[in-house]
């Protein structure tokens, strides 16, 4: 879009929520808009106050803008990097794009690999921001913004870090539990009701999970009119725990939504491969939930559609946040018996030749940390593993002067002291920003959907960051799940965690194309290493 004056272009990715309120304080000062769009309040509000613009955007956003008059652009990406943005330096210019096989498509930019962000998909699963599957591609940082003039990149700054949310924690005030409860409240039903901003029906992903259960329930009590949940189940979960239907079902009626499940087979997963593949422009062991949660959203003909991700990461839901810290704090205590821990390396070695996973072999070490307790909870393959996965010289460029905290602290910064905020902010700054977000919006976007997620919001963690310091009081989220004015089923807080499964693992297996003792995620990423690398 071009301003009315004709000096700036925009390209925008995303939706900015608060454009109403933006714009109504933009006409009282004088502006005039020729549409009703959210983009145009952007490029009028960046031609009156520049970057300093960016701290009053409620949403989730990627945009680049061209001044005419100046001859520079400036780009910038929301906090907690919702959507994507990729930036690759060339002799001519600084190339922007959406997508990395956007960038490759110009022919401009090397294939080389990138080492380090190669061996974070072996280890981790996904690709870690900065880094790309290839050399000269980076990804600008979620809550980034730079300014490009004379063929490059001039100026590059951090305008809001999701982790300070985290970090500032320790100053704040306790409250009383009323007072946490009514704070969390408020503010997720300001944020559901941010979301639900469109001219279009909106759609909600409904698992047997409290996180969309809950988004479901809250989107019926803010007002959300004639709204759809979409559920995905699969024949070979049925009359299994980890079939969602039933307890889907069970939550639609219990809020009185129109309910779709949609049921995906084997033979529609291989059918469909290909186009999953090419859609993921990165690795990612995930995605493929995403991908066919969204192919039934489009089946039904809708465009937007509302997804419960992001609950664990900020309400401390996974069961990590109940085992990590307590695991750490036993282990630092064994640390201290010489003959205790030569037990426990011996029993780590163990289990590292039992399991054929290499990682129990730095269990010794790793458990020292938090953040290395959580690389072994969350970690694939092990460093010894890599050179086979990815090549001698990768492995060793990739590898020289490994350390975990050292990895983990680059991509998410210091972390506090207290264990369980310091694994939400690792949770939120690497799980959930390098692989759910992304997997989300590459996949919703490969069927013309627009995601939404009321549970990521820089707004919504700024307002509750005085009272994380008290979310682990709070046991199986029921701070989220006491949001409701209408309570969630009785069953369903007591269902034991599931989470958004997919049989690849079988439907691979009954293919011949895994082993019987190999993880679901390891066979998926080896499963990748013979397909997904060849296209990019």
């Known amino acids: 879009m071009r301003s009315a004056c004709g000096r700036y272009m925009i390209v925008f990715n995303g939706e900015i929520y608060n454009f109403l309120t933006l714009r109504g304080n933009l006409e009282a000062r004088g502006a005039v808009f020729r549409t009703t769009s959210d983009?145009?309040?952007?490029l009028?509000?960046?031609?009156?106050?520049?970057?300093?613009?960016?701290?009053?955007?409620?949403?989730?956003?990627?945009?680049?803008?061209?001044?005419?008059?100046?001859?520079?652009?400036?780009?910038?990406?929301?906090?907690?990097?919702?959507?994507?943005?990729?930036?690759?330096?060339?002799?001519?210019?600084?190339?922007?794009?959406?997508q990395v096989k956007a960038l490759l498509a110009t022919g401009l930019v090397s294939r080389e690999p990138n080492w380090r962000g190669r061996a974070g998909f072996w280890m981790l699963g996904s690709v870690p921001e900065p880094n790309t599957w290839f050399r000269d591609i980076r990804v600008l940082p979620a809550g980034h913004c730079l300014w490009i003039q004379g063929c490059?990149?001039?100026?590059?700054?951090?305008?809001?870090?999701?982790?300070?949310?985290?970090?500032?924690?320790?100053?704040?005030?306790?409250?009383?539990?009323?007072?946490?409860?009514?704070?969390?409240?408020?503010?997720?039903?300001?944020?559901?009701?941010?979301?639900?901003?469109?001219?279009?029906?909106?759609?909600?992903?409904?698992?047997?999970?409290?996180?969309?259960?809950?988004?479901?329930?809250?989107?019926?009590?803010?007002?959300a009119r004639e709204l759809q949940g979409i559920t995905i189940a699969y024949d070979e979960f049925k009359g299994r725990h980890e079939d969602e239907a039933p307890v889907a079902a069970r939550i639609a009626a219990h809020y009185g939504i129109r309910h779709y499940i949609r049921?995906?087979?084997?033979?529609?997963?291989?059918?469909?491969?290909?186009?999953?593949?090419?859609?993921?422009?990165?690795?990612t062991v995930d995605g493929v939930n995403?991908?066919?949660a969204s192919k039934a959203v489009a089946e039904l003909g809708l465009k937007v559609v509302v997804s419960g991700v992001?609950?664990?990461?900020?309400?401390?839901?996974?069961?990590?946040?109940?085992?990590?810290?307590?695991?750490?704090?036993?282990?630092?205590?064994?640390?201290?018996?010489?003959?205790?821990?030569?037990?426990?390396?011996?029993?780590?070695?163990?289990?590292?030749?039992?399991?054929?996973?290499?990682?129990?072999?730095?269990?010794?070490?790793?458990?020292?940390?938090?953040?290395g307790a959580w690389w072994l909870s969350r970690g694939?393959?092990?460093?010894q593993d890599l050179p086979e996965l990815m090549g001698v010289d990768g492995s060793v460029e990739a590898l020289r002067d490994f350390d975990v905290n050292d990895w983990v602290r680059s991509m998410v910064g210091i972390i506090p002291q207290d264990r369980f905020l310091a694994l939400g902010q690792i949770e939120s700054m690497t799980y959930l920003r390098n692989q759910l977000l992304r997997d989300s919006d590459?996949?919703?976007?490969?069927?013309?959907?627009?995601?939404?997620?009321?549970?990521?919001?820089?707004?919504?963690?700024?307002?509750?960051?005085?009272?994380?310091?008290?979310?682990?009081?709070?046991?199986?989220?029921?701070?989220?799940s006491g949001a409701l004015i209408k309570p969630l089923p009785r069953r369903l807080l007591e269902r034991q965690k599931t989470g958004f499964g997919v049989p690849v693992q079988q439907w691979l297996q009954a293919a011949g194309r895994a082993g019987g003792d190999d993880g679901m995620s390891r066979s998926w990423a080896r499963e990748l290493s013979t397909q997904i690398y060849e296209q990019i």
């Not at 983009?39 to 952007?42: R, S």
């Not at 520079?72 to 907690?80: G, M, S, T």
């Not at 003959?339 to 030749?353: C, I, K, S």
């Open 310 to 371: 992001g609950g664990d990461e900020l309400f401390l839901g996974y069961s990590i946040f109940r085992k990590l810290p307590r695991l750490v704090s036993v282990w630092r205590a064994l640390s201290r018996a010489p003959a205790a821990m030569f037990l426990a390396r011996r029993l780590a070695e163990t289990q590292a030749r039992r399991t054929g996973n290499g990682r129990w072999s730095h269990a010794a070490d790793w458990l020292r940390s938090i953040s």
């Open 290 to 292: 995403a991908w066919y």
């Open 39 to 42: 983009t145009e309040v952007l």
């Open 263 to 283: 049921r995906v087979t084997r033979d529609e997963f291989f059918q469909d491969l290909p186009l999953i593949l090419d859609a993921m422009d990165q690795p």
């Open 152 to 223: 490059k990149v001039v100026a590059s700054r951090c305008w809001q870090d999701i982790g300070e949310a985290w970090r500032q924690v320790g100053q704040a005030t306790v409250v009383g539990v009323s007072e946490v409860r009514e704070r969390v409240r408020t503010a997720l039903r300001e944020s559901v009701t941010r979301h639900l901003v469109a001219d279009v029906p909106v759609g909600v992903f409904l698992s047997g999970g409290i996180d969309s259960g809950t988004l479901a329930g809250l989107m019926v009590e803010v007002g």
């Open 442 to 480: 590459w996949a919703s976007m490969a069927h013309s959907v627009e995601l939404r997620t009321p549970l990521v919001d820089a707004t919504l963690l700024g307002t509750l960051a005085p009272v994380l310091a008290q979310f682990p009081a709070f046991r199986n989220k029921s701070l989220l």
């Open 44 to 98: 009028v509000l960046f031609a009156m106050e520049g970057e300093a613009m960016l701290p009053k955007l409620q949403g989730m956003f990627a945009f680049v803008i061209w001044d005419r008059l100046a001859r520079r652009a400036f780009a910038a990406r929301d906090p907690y990097g919702i959507k994507p943005l990729y930036v690759a330096n060339v002799p001519d210019g600084v190339l922007l794009a959406s």
């Open 380 to 383: 694939l393959y092990s460093p």
